[in-house]
Nanobody
Framework: QVQLVESGGGLVQAGGSLRLSCAASGYRFSDNAMRWYRQGPGKRREHVATISSSSYANYADPVKGRFTISRDNAKNTVYLQMNSLKPEDTAVYYC?????????WGQGTQVTVSS
């Protein structure tokens, strides 16, 4: 079965960096696009970044120039490098996959940015 497991969240000061990881299993990782979403306190879940199977990336406007999504097909892992973090980046970050007409989510990892 499909499993997505995020890690790498934590508490960081504004201006700092974190790298999130999402380890995937249960399907052919290299053939599928992967996405990161986030949900801040009292906010709707929002798209952060997508990476295609060919590693084409796109980003939500609030994170452009600061976040980088990447993938390692040998490790079945997608990453989100987050630099120049701001307090408004505080959220639970989720890994996401559309596969076989189903939408899969990881359990999320908390990122807290202090001012």
């Amino acid at each position: 079965q499909v499993q997505l497991v995020e890690s790498g969240g934590g508490l960081v000061q504004a201006g700092g960096s974190l790298r999130l990881s999402c380890a995937a299993s249960g399907y052919r990782f290299s053939d599928n696009a992967m996405r990161w979403y986030r949900q801040g306190p009292g906010k709707r879940r929002e798209h952060v970044a997508t990476i295609s199977s060919s590693s084409y990336a796109n980003y939500a406007d609030p994170v452009k120039g600061r976040f980088t999504i990447s993938r390692d097909n040998a490790k079945n892992t997608v990453y989100l490098q987050m630099n120049s973090l701001k307090p408004e980046d505080t959220a639970v970050y989720y890994c996401n996959l559309w596969y076989g007409s189903l939408n899969y989510w990881g359990q999320g990892t908390q990122v807290t940015v202090s001012s």
